[in-house]
C-alpha cells in the first residue's frame, strides 16, 4: 500500500509538471521583451494589428515597422533589423539561395488571398484558353508562382503565353486591365476586390491556388535565429499570441475587415471583399514549402536547389506547444 501510494504521489506530481510546463507559455515573462514586427497592409495579414495587444498579456512590447515588400520584410528580418515577421512562402526558400541563414518559419497563415482577374462577361473558363489571352504577372510574386505551376501542371507551355510583367503595386494591373493592355491580371487582395467592387471585373473560373506544387498557401511567419536564440520564450510566447490572434480573426470576419479597412485606408466594401476568399491557419505545411523551393530551382528563379535542406530552417517547436499538436498534424507532410 506504501509503495502504491508513493507511485500515485509520484505520477501526480510528474502530471502536475507536465500541466505546468504545458502552461507556461501562457504566463508573462518575468522581464520585458522588445519585439520588432514588420507589417504589411495585406489582408491575410491585418490580423497581426492586434499581435501588440494580446503580446503585452505576456509581457512583450511590439514595435511596428511598416514595409511595401514581402522582398523588404524578407531583408530586414535577415539583417536582424526585424525580429518577426510575415512573408510569402518563397522568401525564406529565397534567402537560403543567396546564403543566408538567419530566417526560421515558426508558423503557417492560411491560404487563398492570391487572385486572378479579367473584365466583367470575359470569363476564362480552361487553361488552354491563356494562349489567347495578354496576361499580366510580378514575376518573383506568390501570386506569379501559384500560377506559374498551375498552368505547368495543366499541360500550357508557359514559355508560349503572352506575357507583360507588371511591375510597381496591384493597381498597375488594375489600369492595364481596364486599358485592355492585359486580359487576365495574376495579383493578389484587395486589387481584386476593387476591380469586383467597382464593377468592370471578376474572377475568372480558373484557380490558381489549387496546383500540386504550391497549393494555396499565403505566407509564413518567420523570427530572426539570433532573436530566437537569444530569447526563447518570447518567441514561444508570440506564436502562443499569433496563433490566438488568428483563431480571434478567423472567428470574427467583421472585426477583421473593420481592422483591414482602417489600415489600409479601403472602402469596407472591397476590405469585405478581399478577405471573403481568404482562410486564415497557423498549419505550417513544409512539404509543399520544399516542392516550391523546387520549383524555384528546376524553372530557374534560383540558382541552387535548397529543397533539401530547406527543413532545417523551420521549426514546429514553439507552434507544437503553442498548440498541443505534433508536426505531422500542424502540416509537415503536407
Known sequence: MTRLVLAVLVLGCAASGALAQGGAPRTPLPARVTAKLGMLNVPALSPLWLLPEYAAAYNIQIETVMFQRFADGRTALASGDLDITAFGPQDITLAVAQGARSLVGVAG?????????????????????????????????????????????????????????????????????????????????????????????????LDHNRSKAVGGLIAVLAVNR????????????????????????????????????????????VAAESIRITRLDATLPLASIARISKFLSDNGVITRDVSGEIARHYTYEFLSKATGKSPVELGQNQ
Open 109 to 205: 497563415v492560411g491560404s487563398g488571398n492570391d487572385c486572378l482577374l479579367v473584365r466583367r462577361g470575359e470569363d476564362i473558363r480552361d487553361w488552354r484558353e491563356l494562349g489567347t489571352r495578354k496576361i499580366g504577372i510580378g514575376a518573383g510574386s506568390i501570386s506569379w508562382l501559384k500560377f506559374a505551376a498551375s498552368v505547368q501542371e495543366h499541360g500550357v507551355d508557359y514559355g508560349k503565353l503572352q506575357i507583360t510583367n507588371i511591375v510597381g503595386g496591384g493597381a498597375n494591373y488594375l489600369k492595364a486591365l481596364q486599358g485592355k493592355e492585359i486580359d487576365l491580371a495574376v495579383v493578389w487582395q484587395p486589387f481584386c476586390a476593387q476591380g469586383l467592387v467597382d464593377g468592370y471585373a471578376q474572377y475568372p473560373t
Open 226 to 269: 539570433a532573436f530566437m536564440e537569444k530569447h526563447p520564450d518570447a518567441v514561444q510566447r508570440l506564436v502562443v499570441a499569433y496563433v490566438d490572434v488568428l483563431a480571434f480573426a478567423q472567428a470574427n470576419p467583421q472585426r477583421w475587415s473593420t481592422i483591414y479597412a482602417e489600415k489600409a485606408g479601403l472602402p469596407e466594401p
